[in-house]
């Protein structure tokens, strides 16, 4: 809600983005070490008006402040934290250690640190990096209201066959041919809300959050290229969007909303010829041109209808 200054209306906001921290865990125990990079952004809803209309620093927390505390919140994390356990730990602080912050926003995007793997075991200390990217934002407010969405970026799938676009609106500007038979690929983006609303209705298990990132990431996956031998056929990258969506809805109780934005990455066949050579390279599913610019954009989302009775 904004304020009225001067027969104004004014909203503001302050923080800090782009604040990188690495952590390591070490178990004593079995000499298995854990890693975690994250990028934090931290914004804050605040009474401190009279620095923008009289010039009174007195009540804004500096944003230096705010960098500073990330360091030492990660420091106290003793035991390994998921991604959204460490904004809400941040989100906490801010909105109970200062009176004037109303509400917290932590945003976090985690590098994708993967363990190695040699001879097929999992090496105690070694990591590699991977591909797409786990983020979340947790909002937090005074009264203790929460909200916390958890997502995906750039999780490229594709598969080479089970694909096809047929019966879309056809005019003069047309020239798409339809077909049952093409390659499908997309980087997929994807975030999902939890129904927790308060601190207190977040379930009590270890990396409860980072488990659920790898479950709902693996039923993108499996929803989208089907089972590994037959697959299954896609219709539209719209109908496979949906069926991913409307799977991780069904699968995991805790998912109250998913939005999915899947880009269509077309490969298109190459057929090559010349006034003397008609057929130099004949398309025959096997010979394409990768592009990405322009591409087709879907998005959609899907929400529980929560019963009247």
Request: with cysteine; hydrophobic share 35%.
């Amino acid at each position: 809600m904004g304020e009225i200054i001067d027969g104004y209306k004014f909203e503001q906001r302050h923080g800090k983005s782009r604040v990188r921290v690495a952590r390591v865990w070490r178990n004593k125990e079995d000499g298995v070490h854990s890693f975690a990079e994250w990028s934090v952004d931290i914004s804050l809803l605040s009474d401190c008006l009279s620095a923008y209309v009289h010039s009174d620093n007195s009540d804004i927390v500096a944003t230096d402040t705010m960098k500073n505390t990330v360091y030492v919140k990660a420091k106290e994390c003793s035991e390994q934290v998921s991604m959204e356990e460490f904004a809400i730990v941040l989100a906490k602080h801010f909105t109970s250690f200062y009176p004037q912050v109303t509400t917290a926003i932590i945003k976090i995007v985690e590098k994708p640190w993967e363990r190695c793997y040699i001879d097929g075991q999992p090496h105690k200390h070694g990591f590699k990096l991977g591909s797409e990217k786990h983020t979340t934002e947790v909002v937090l407010t005074k009264n203790g209201a929460l909200r916390v969405t958890s997502g995906i970026e750039g999780l490229s799938l594709l598969k080479t066959t089970q694909s096809g676009f047929e019966g879309f609106v056809r005019d003069k500007n047309t020239i798409l041919p339809e077909t049952r038979e093409r390659m499908l690929a997309t980087e997929v983006s994807a975030s999902w809300r939890y129904p927790f609303e308060s601190l207190t209705s977040i379930p009590v298990k270890p990396l409860y959050f980072t488990n659920m990132y790898l479950d709902v990431k693996k039923v993108l996956a499996e929803t989208f290229f089907g089972p590994p031998n037959e697959g299954v056929y896609s219709p539209s990258v719209q109908a496979t969007l949906y069926q991913m969506g409307k799977a991780v809805l069904g699968r995991f109780p805790d998912v109250s909303f998913i939005q999915l934005k899947m880009p269509n990455i077309h490969f298109l066949p190459v057929n090559l010829s010349s006034k003397d050579n008609p057929v130099i390279v004949k398309f025959q599913d096997d010979v394409y041109l990768p592009t990405d610019e322009p591409h087709g954009t879907i998005e959609a989302s899907l929400s529980r209808v929560l019963s009247k009775l």
